[in-house]
């Protein structure tokens, strides 16, 4: 229906509409394929199965209308308002939607994947057009189970939103804001993340194979079970997130390492074999209360994995990535930890202590081990009620770390960076 619509020809359109909905007699399904909508007001109106494929509603007015099941293949709304309104199983495919307002507006299960769009007579191609979400306003929306595949999500404000089981593979979530938003078995396989906001959002078994989250904030945010192959988190800020994995996801590797670890310490090296993890991707692996002591992590990336109250005793752990790890509680007396990176670690109440070095009778030599920091990078690290007694920072980096109530008998800071540094209520002796 080409050319600009007048107000009484698109009221009798909507009332010929309603009364195909309601399979009235006279009724006739809204077809606005490419009209021109610019600016119009259709508050609350009903278009449910309407057809309005290339239409031009850009800066309209669709507050709580209701789109559910149309036809808005290729159409462009451009900043046009449609918060709260209904898109459910809507086909977006290709649609413009840059700096749209969709605040409460229910998307679940519309497909906002590209659209193929001809591109002239003269042509001799096809141009796939995806659909274009750049800025827009997303709060607390429902995509639930939406195919986004592709999507232009840049800069949108997800805050709150619920995407659990959304299809996002291939889409563009740079710089998105998503803080708590529901992401729950969604699938964001390549999709770009560099510099979104996830904090505190729940990404519970979450793929995001092979996607690039590079500044992308984590603080806090539930990724039990999320599935992270060939996915670099060291650029990422996942200070208290929750990134175990559960024990059945674990490799078969990983597990039967385990395995002969265990014996090899219970039997005292008789049996089994002592964990070798050199280089290995443990990310975001859940070893809590597991017993370690003596393995070899080093140059292992750990970064979000959960080793609270695990045993590393005289575990080596040079070079390691443990940024973002959550180790409180744990046991690293005499461990390495050269060079390692924990930048965002937590070590509440951790015990980096010394320890009495055997003889080969196994007996006490009465020398001390101390733990190994010298030159780890330990900024915003949280070591508040941790032991270091006698512990080698010379070089270490503590800046801004958080360092409360620990122990610092024999620990010579001044070996180390240490500025801005939180030492209030530790225990210090040089």
Not at 154 to 163: V, W
Not at 235 to 263: I, Y
Not at 266 to 292: M, P, V, Y
């Amino acid at each position: 229906m080409p050319g600009p619509l007048s107000p009484q020809e698109i009221v009798k359109i909507l009332s010929d509409h309603e009364k195909f909905l309601n399979r009235k007699p006279g009724g006739v399904r809204a077809n606005l394929t490419l009209a021109d909508l610019h600016g119009v007001s259709l508050t609350r109106a009903n278009l449910r199965q309407a057809k309005l494929p290339g239409a031009n509603l850009s800066r309209a007015v669709l507050a709580g209308a209701d789109l559910s099941e149309a036809d808005l293949f290729a159409a462009n709304f451009d900043r046009a308002d449609l918060s709260l309104s209904n898109l459910a199983k809507a086909d977006l495919r290709g649609a413009y939607l840059r700096g749209c307002r969709l605040r409460g507006a229910n998307l679940r299960g519309a497909d906002l994947r590209g659209g193929t769009l001809m591109q002239s007579r003269r042509g001799d191609g096809i141009a796939l057009v995806s659909a274009d979400l750049q800025g827009s306003d997303l709060e607390q929306a429902i995509l639930a189970k939406a195919n986004a595949q592709g999507a232009d999500l840049s800069k949108a404000n997800l805050t709150e939103a619920d995407c659990t089981g959304a299809k996002l593979t291939g889409c563009n979530l740079e710089l998105a804001s998503m803080p708590r938003a529901n992401m729950e078995g969604a699938i964001l396989k390549g999709a770009n993340v560099m510099g979104a906001n996830l904090a505190g959002a729940n990404l519970k078994g979450v793929d995001f194979s092979g996607a690039i989250m590079d500044g992308a904030d984590l603080r806090d945010a539930n990724m039990i079970g999320a599935i992270l192959a060939g996915v670099d988190l060291s650029r990422a800020n996942t200070q208290g997130a929750n990134l175990a994995v559960e024990a059945e996801q674990l490799s078969d590797a990983v597990q039967s390492q385990l395995r002969d670890h265990a014996l090899w310490i219970k039997s005292e090296g008789r049996l089994g074999r002592r964990a070798d993890f050199t280089k290995a991707d443990l990310s975001g692996l859940d070893f809590s209360n597991a017993n370690l002591s003596g393995a070899t992590l080093t140059g292992a990336k750990l970064a979000g994995t959960k080793l609270v109250r695990c045993q590393l005793i005289m575990s080596d752990l040079a070079g390691a990535d443990l940024k973002g790890a959550n180790c409180a509680e744990a046991n690293f007396n005499g461990a390495n930890l050269s060079h390692c990176d924990a930048q965002g670690a937590t070590f509440t109440k951790a015990s980096l202590a010394p320890v009495n070095m055997p003889m080969p009778n196994g007996q006490p030599s009465g020398r001390l081990w101390p733990a190994n920091l010298a030159d780890a990078n330990f900024q915003d690290a949280d070591f508040a009620g941790a032991n270091l007694h006698r512990a080698n920072v010379l070089d270490a980096n503590f800046t801004r770390s958080i360092l409360r109530d620990a122990i610092l008998l024999d620990v010579d800071l001044s070996l180390a960076k240490s500025d801005g540094a939180d030492i209030a209520g530790a225990i210090m002796r040089r």
